[in-house]
């Protein structure tokens, strides 16, 4: 499932205003030059104007992240060619349009540290790049048409103060959102000290509606009773280097649950899957931490089942698999979570010690309704039954989605239609009363 978006109100109304602003300024030029006669600068302001109503219009859309690429990849174009063909710099007058790429490599760094990409870390390398050739290098191509050098005078002024402002403020945005990301640190820190995590438990059955077991899912209760969203902490965390921390805190808690499990019929031969950070997974120690708190309360590891995402796949894949082994060595069970969305391929298949692969909710929510879909999960289930990987489904939510799910041989489900996540004493006693709840009817 993709994760929202991590930008704060702040930001989206201060990207909103400065696109709306620079729209605005270059209407105003725009308007100045076609009084002028100068239409190649007009049509250059005119798509300026373009390119920040759309940037606005996408991030109203909440659609943030595009917006940011967007605008800053076509400014990048509109800013060069201005530098090319029509600030030229002269005695009188300096070139200066390129102070705007500061401000674009800024802005692009404030956006990789929220979202890191290779796209956003090559836009702001461009505009470094360009940035120093421009205001190193006074030549100016054949085709250069410099506008007229009273304009000129005029605009350098113009621009130096807009760019400069425009920097202080990329500044002060910065200088927030750093001071954002320290408080939700501390606050989460907080959290682990004041014992304010708990986990949540959501049931996995088989074809048959019989429970199998269980995933283990991180929240976030506040001492004042409010929730906190696991979109909103667990990047934060993640952007803290707090993972690690948290991992162990949830493998302590899942090992837990799983000695109170193995007093009772109704849950003692229960999975409880638990999910793996990639920094978590990295971490030098971790498959002994794994197999010293299964060793401490006597578990069975194959009870025990690891979900990693596949965006660990971005890392040392030679690294994972041998620390997969090992934990598969010692009687663990290995999950790839979210399959579909991340950086897993048929090699990275072949080579990992993968047990199961789990289908992301996305392709199972369009379903019904997208042939595409459908084609898609089929195939991913005959592709799993020749190499042998048991399949989960998640996010089943409707009795239609289960019955094509089981029509293209899956054979465990997690989602809504068979109970939400609720705290563990909840879990147990609704599942030893009523090993399969009336909402998990099956057709």
């Known amino acids: 499932m993709k994760p929202k978006e991590n930008y704060s109100n702040r930001f989206r109304l201060i990207y909103g205003l400065a696109s709306l602003a620079v729209g605005v300024t270059a209407c105003g030029w725009g308007i100045a030059f076609a009084v002028m006669g100068t239409w190649p600068l007009v049509a250059l302001d005119v798509a300026v104007v373009c390119v920040?109503?759309?940037?606005?219009?996408?991030?109203?859309?909440?659609?943030?992240?595009?917006?940011?690429?967007?605008?800053?990849?076509?400014?990048?174009?509109?800013?060069?060619?201005?530098?090319?063909?029509?600030?030229?710099?002269?005695?009188?007058?300096?070139?200066?349009?390129?102070?705007?790429?500061?401000?674009?490599?800024?802005?692009?760094?404030?956006?990789y540290r929220r979202e890191q990409s290779r796209p956003q870390l090559a836009i702001v390398a461009l505009c470094v790049i360009a940035f120093v050739v421009f205001a190193?290098?006074?030549?100016?191509?054949?085709?250069?048409?410099?506008?007229?050098?009273?304009?000129?005078?005029?605009?350098?002024?113009?621009?130096?103060?807009?760019?400069?402002?425009?920097?202080?403020?990329?500044?002060y945005v910065m200088q927030l959102e750093l001071a954002r990301d320290l408080d939700k640190a501390r606050a989460i820190k907080m959290a682990l000290r004041n014992r304010e995590f708990e986990l949540f438990y959501q049931p996995q059955v088989d074809e048959t509606g019989r429970l199998t077991g269980a995933e283990a899912l991180l929240r976030w209760r506040r001492g004042d009773g409010t929730h906190v969203p696991p979109a909103?902490?667990?990047?934060?965390?993640?952007?803290?280097?707090?993972?690690?921390?948290?991992?162990?805190?949830?493998?302590?808690?899942?090992?837990?649950?799983?000695?109170?499990?193995?007093?009772?019929?109704?849950?003692?031969?229960?999975?409880?899957?638990?999910?793996?950070?990639?920094?978590?997974?990295?971490?030098?120690?971790?498959?002994?931490?794994?197999?010293?708190?299964?060793?401490?309360?006597?578990?069975?590891?194959?009870?025990?089942?690891?979900?990693?995402?596949?965006s660990m796949m971005a890392n040392d894949i030679d690294a994972i698999s041998e620390k997969?082994?090992?934990?598969?060595?010692?009687?663990?069970?290995?999950?790839?979570?979210?399959?579909?969305?991340?950086?897993?391929?048929?090699?990275?298949?072949?080579?990992?010690?993968?047990?199961?692969?789990?289908?992301?909710r996305s392709f199972v929510q369009d379903i019904v309704e997208s042939r595409r879909n459908r084609v898609l999960l089929k195939s991913i289930f005959d592709m799993a039954h020749v190499l042998e990987f048991a399949v989960v489904a998640e996010g089943v939510e409707t009795l239609e989605q289960l019955g094509l799910l089981r029509s293209f041989g899956?054979?465990?489900?997690?989602?809504?239609?068979?109970?939400?996540?609720?705290?563990?004493?909840?879990?147990?006693?609704?599942?030893?009363?009523?090993?399969v709840p009336p909402a998990a009817r099956f057709a």
């Not at 025990?304 to 995402?309: D, H, I």
């Open 52 to 111: 920040a109503l759309l940037s606005l219009a996408l991030a109203r859309s909440n659609r943030l992240s595009a917006a940011l690429l967007f605008s800053q990849a076509a400014f990048l174009v509109i800013i060069t060619l201005f530098c090319l063909v029509f600030d030229v710099p002269r005695a009188a007058a300096p070139r200066v349009s390129h102070l705007f790429l500061l401000v674009l490599a800024l802005l692009g760094y404030i956006n």
């Open 136 to 171: 190193s290098s006074t030549a100016a191509p054949s085709f250069a048409r410099p506008i007229p050098e009273a304009i000129q005078i005029y605009g350098s002024w113009v621009n130096t103060i807009v760019a400069v402002g425009l920097l202080c403020v990329g500044v």
């Open 232 to 310: 909103e902490f667990i990047p934060a965390a993640e952007q803290a280097g707090l993972m690690p921390a948290i991992g162990d805190w949830v493998l302590a808690q899942a090992c837990e649950t799983l000695a109170a499990w193995r007093h009772d019929p109704a849950t003692s031969g229960l999975k409880l899957a638990i999910n793996v950070s990639a920094d978590h997974f990295m971490k030098p120690d971790f498959v002994d931490t794994v197999l010293d708190c299964l060793r401490t309360l006597e578990l069975d590891p194959a009870l025990l089942k690891l979900e990693l995402t596949e």
């Open 324 to 360: 997969m082994r090992a934990l598969r060595a010692a009687g663990l069970f290995i999950s790839l979570d979210d399959f579909g969305t991340g950086y897993s391929s048929l090699s990275h298949l072949r080579r990992l010690p993968v047990q199961e692969i789990k289908i992301d």
């Open 410 to 435: 899956c054979k465990a489900f997690q989602g809504y239609y068979f109970g939400r996540p609720v705290p563990r004493g909840e879990f147990q006693s609704q599942w030893a009363e009523l090993p």
